[in-house]
């Protein structure tokens, strides 16, 4: 993977590395990401495209801090998906080593614009006192430890190859309760960001995979209950919370809409639910993003 890099850019910068030799005719990648101002936890989606008279061999990179996994697309594209940090503020920053078939390297940087979040929309919630008093030493000291090992599952996904070439689908079709992003209000009391969407449903209502991929994580966490964690490949995962009943193992192949669960309410919740969540690597982001991806961006399309 590309070496570390410093510094934030203002605008896109693209420059060769020094030894490279280049025809006259030869122009410079260009790399632009969507949205144009991605959110605070949206998925941005990059392009990449070679100069004029280059052909380009291989694509690395890396999107605060998570390596980019870069594939071709039809009509000489590349394209990749990262994520936008929930506390990204003002900009982040796409960092590119373009290979050229004739033996040159190209580094591109790209600065992010991220906009100010939006005035989180708060859900009030009047719930029994254990849902605000502190949790003890021992308590805190399993709930680092199970976040930790959410956050490994992102890390090693980067290792996965990519399971999907269709589009993600919702793992329930009902109605969305909560959305990612918003603030939960108990007893009056702000408490943390929402970083997951909620659907509604009855205890043993079936919750289905978004798509294909390997199962990482079957067990029971604190603050999520029964858990389900499905490594799709390439950074991308996603987390199904508060099940009645998980009807997968670790290390089982998925189909894009097999039931893998049912609907509970186990963990720290104020009835039954589906919480959906997903990461790009370490990156907590926005599942309906996934959703929202159009066709031209699956992988192994050429």
Not at 179 to 201: C, E, I, T, W, Y
Not at 252 to 260: K, M, N, P, S, Y
């Amino acid at each position: 993977m590309t070496a570390k890099w410093s510094g934030v850019v203002a605008a896109l910068w693209v420059f060769a590395a020094p030894a490279a030799l280049r025809a006259q005719t030869a122009s410079r990648p260009t790399l632009a990401v969507t949205p144009v101002q991605p959110a605070p936890g949206a998925i941005a989606r990059l392009s990449l495209r070679a100069g004029a008279g280059e052909s380009i061999a291989d694509v690395r990179g890396t999107l605060s801090g998570e390596p980019l996994h870069f594939v071709r697309v039809t009509g000489g594209a590349w394209h990749a998906l990262g994520g936008v940090p929930v506390d990204a503020s003002r900009s982040v920053t796409a960092r590119v080593e373009v290979r050229n078939t004739d033996g040159t390297v190209d580094s591109v940087r790209l600065a992010i614009a991220v906009p100010p979040p939006p005035k989180r929309r708060t859900e009030p919630l009047a719930v029994d006192t254990a849902f605000t008093a502190p949790p003890d030493p021992e308590r805190i000291a399993r709930i680092e430890r199970e976040n930790r090992r959410a956050r490994e599952v992102g890390k090693q996904s980067h290792e996965t190859p990519v399971l999907w070439t269709s589009s993600f689908l919702r793992p329930r079709q009902s109605v969305i309760t909560s959305m990612f992003g918003s603030g939960r209000v108990f007893n009056g009391q702000l408490s943390a960001r929402h970083l997951g969407v909620d659907f509604r449903g009855a205890i043993g209502d079936t919750v289905r995979a978004a798509n294909r991929g390997v199962v990482a994580v079957v067990d029971s966490f604190v603050l999520a209950g029964n858990v389900i964690y499905i490594d799709h490949g390439a950074g991308v995962v996603t987390g199904y919370f508060h099940l009645s009943k998980q009807l997968v193992q670790p290390g089982d192949t998925v189909r894009r809409g097999q039931v893998i669960g049912l609907v509970g309410q186990s963990g720290r919740v104020t009835g039954p639910h589906l919480h959906w969540a997903a990461r790009y690597g370490e990156v907590t982001v926005n599942p309906l993003d996934l959703v929202s991806i159009k066709p031209e961006w699956y992988p192994n399309r050429r």
